[in-house]
């Protein structure tokens, strides 16, 4: 492929499993962006949603992708950073989707800091319907040495050179449920990538009921605590700096929820919260 003069191949990398509902806002929000050298690499993880996920897929020839039996989310990943051939590497979830802009923004810096082996940037967060959601990261513009504590970092809004990964031997672990991408990172600084920063939002998470942090929160936060142990980050700094964040983010939402609908509105809240708590204890046993 001849490469557009100082713009460099960017391979967008997305696993997907049952993904119909939301996919295809990810894909036209890729497309869509007015950086001209992007490869979309979807990998179809076994959905099991009678071909509505790959119906999809398949209404556009601009993407590469395909389809195989179910070998996990991390494994996928693996397998799709391995067949990529862009210069720099973005992964993205099959519900999450890019802020416009964000691939030029992030090359235009790379192009202007090419020192640097990637770049990130900020990230929002909207509800199932799109809504705003009362989710932040108070410390997310924070020097990246206290990523282990407030993984302000995610890796949709993260640019990283494949050659640097293959090289590093920076791939996921497959053995990992849950975040095997707090993992990547971690080991990603411990090898001392040097990755910038771009005070811009550059991709939207989705928070729905259906996704694995959802249902998985306290799972989630249990192995959190093992890497971040497993890594050199743990003790009583770790969980001093994860009670902060937890607990700011919960006064974010108690604010958002009265801001909505008063105090119906912080009722339903503490109602759904307590009530997730009480099902994700039962399922972190």
């Not at 990810?26 to 790959?54: C, F, M, R, W």
């Not at 791939?171 to 090898?191: C, E, H, N, Q, S």
């Not at 700096?241 to 008063?262: M, P, T, V």
């Amino acid at each position: 492929m001849n490469q557009p003069e100082n713009m460099p191949l960017v391979s967008i990398i997305t696993p997907v499993f049952n993904g119909a509902a939301y996919i295809e806002e990810l894909i036209l929000s890729i497309k869509t962006q007015d950086y001209p050298n992007i490869e979309h690499i979807i990998i179809d993880d076994g959905s099991q949603d009678n071909g509505a996920t790959v119906e999809i897929l398949q209404r556009y020839p601009h993407l590469r992708w395909w389809s195989r039996e179910n070998r996990g989310q991390y494994t996928t990943m693996n397998e799709a950073l391995e067949s990529a051939t862009g210069q720099y590497i973005c992964f993205i979830s099959a519900d999450d989707f890019m802020m416009k802009c964000a691939v030029r923004c992030a090359m235009d810096w790379l192009k202007i800091h090419s020192e640097f082996d990637g770049v990130y940037g900020l990230t929002s967060y909207v509800s199932e319907n799109g809504e705003s959601y009362p989710l932040r990261f108070p410390f997310r513009r924070a020097p990246l040495r206290y990523y282990p504590y407030f993984t302000q970092l995610q890796h949709c809004s993260l640019y990283i050179s494949r050659q640097t990964l293959l090289q590093k031997k920076l791939t996921f672990d497959p053995a990992i449920r849950f975040v095997g991408d707090y993992d990547w990172i971690l080991r990603m600084l411990k090898a001392g990538i040097k990755i910038g920063f771009i005070d811009l939002p550059l991709s939207t998470i989705r928070i729905h009921k259906n996704q694995m942090s959802s249902r998985n929160r306290s799972l989630m936060t249990k192995e959190q605590i093992e890497l971040a142990n497993r890594n050199g980050f743990g003790g009583f700094r770790f969980n001093f700096y994860l009670n902060i964040l937890h607990g700011l983010n919960f006064l974010e939402q108690l604010r958002f929820a009265f801001k909505k609908n008063q105090f119906i509105g912080v009722k339903d809240f503490l109602n759904t919260w307590i009530y997730e708590k009480l099902i994700s204890r039962f399922r972190a046993k």
